[in-house]
């Protein structure tokens, strides 16, 4: 039993109340008086441990019985029902007639706050490939080019990158799925030619670590559907996969890379100028590979992890 901070009794003082009244025949002033309350409350303490014995000592919770205006069983069924059919709150406090707070709080009160996602019942995909280079994730992330101190820091809004004729900076990253060892380049633009140029570098990179790479995973935007991909995918001897329509999230690894790199790199820094930000972006990496820890690879950088993956096909040879 929780007490409040400021109770005058407890069980044990209650019962010594009823006690002094009921056994040892103490006016109720007398009690009172004795353990520090007043009559009423000693009054209710020797009532209720008359009426139901030790139990009515404890304290009681102070929620009411009946609640004048509570919504109804059907009403909450209704709200679930809508809002699994992604209605927003708005939209079913209007079919239904009800106040908007009123709605949001019975959201709220479900566990359905947000929306549910489409194929929410569709189970999720989680994989690791075992093998560093069995498979890498290959993205595109489009940044506005910097030409000047933006509304991030200045809190003036001038309009949008393009209308101001900065233009656009194109950061192509690769990722391995084994190791989230990661590789990033930023270029100019997104053609089949750049893509196919960064993803020999980007091969040459994880080549030097030792990494062979076997697959290569990629969305479906133009770039990696080109004939020019698909012939430098034969020449590298790589197998070309790319996502399903609409499930970015089988290319997640990319994706919450991106993520990361946008907040840590992108955005966790103040630049003048679109240089300063591609200047930043090596070390930053050798950082992201060698020393910030990766909760998915149970708190470890990734260079760690591809350590242990080598030391385990070793052994694994040798056995």
Known sequence: MTLHRNARTCPSSRRLIAHRVIDEGWTLAAAAEAAGVSVPTARKWVRRYCEAGESG??????????????????RIEAIRSLRALRFTGEEIAELLAMAPSTVSLVLKREGLGRLPRPNASEPERRYERARAGELVHVDVKKLGRIDGV??????????????????????????????RIAYAEVL????????????????????????????????????????????????????????????????????????????????????????????????WLDRYNRKRPHRSLGRIPPMTRLAQLNVNNVAGAHS
């Open 150 to 179: 933006g509304h991030r820091i200045s809190g003036r809004y001038r309009g949008h990158h393009r209308a101001r004729g900065a233009g656009w900076d194109y950061v192509h990253v690769c990722v391995d799925d084994a190791t």
């Open 188 to 283: 100019s633009d997104e053609r089949p030619e750049t893509s196919v140029a960064f993803l020999r570098r980007a091969l040459g990179y994880l080549a030097s670590l030792g990494i062979e790479v076997e697959r290569v995973m990629t969305d479906n935007g133009n770039p990696y559907r080109s004939k020019t991909h698909a012939i430098a995918c034969r020449e590298l001897a790589l197998k070309h996969l790319r996502t399903e329509p609409y499930r970015p999230r089988t290319n997640g690894k990319a994706e919450r890379f991106i993520q990361t790199l946008t907040r840590g790199w992108s955005e966790g820094a103040v630049y003048a100028t679109s240089r300063e930000r591609i200047a930043a972006l090596p070390g």
């Open 57 to 74: 000592l404890e304290d009681r919770s102070s929620a009411p019985r009946r609640v004048a205006n509570r919504t109804a069983p059907e």
